[in-house]
């Protein structure tokens, strides 16, 4: 009996510009209802799956994106994020980041108000 083929469902295609990735680390972030992230780059290039609940997800001078569980993102190194948060004030969101590190980099740098 054969099995069913197996699924293989694109989230995200993108493509990098900052060269040669060294090694990668992976965290599972929780924001709180309502909590947000502040403004904020990453030295490196970093990939993001939403796990549970939305995130409102902004890169300096884009539109603003709503992304529901089951999103994939990217945050290009360098780029400045203006937004990035849980987008409920009553549930929870979690998200995996992948970091592609290119050496010993920083994960995030917190910005000031613009």
């Given at each position: 009996m054969?099995?069913?083929p197996i699924e293989r469902?694109?989230?995200l295609k993108t493509v990098f510009k900052n060269g040669v990735f060294t090694?990668?680390?992976v965290r599972e972030i929780r924001l709180e209802p309502g909590q947000q992230g502040g403004r904020h780059l990453h030295p490196c290039?970093?990939?993001g799956y939403i796990v549970k609940g939305t995130a409102i997800y902004q890169i300096e001078g884009e539109a603003e994106q709503i992304l529901p569980a089951g999103s994939a993102f990217h945050e290009p190194a360098g780029a400045i994020i203006t937004n990035f948060g849980?987008?409920?004030d009553?549930?929870?969101m979690t998200?995996?980041?992948f970091y592609l590190l290119n050496g010993d980099q920083e994960?995030?740098?917190m910005l000031g108000a613009d």
């Open positions: 054969s099995q069913p469902k694109e989230l090694s990668a680390d290039a970093v990939l849980n987008a409920s009553s549930e929870p998200f995996v980041a994960l995030i740098q």
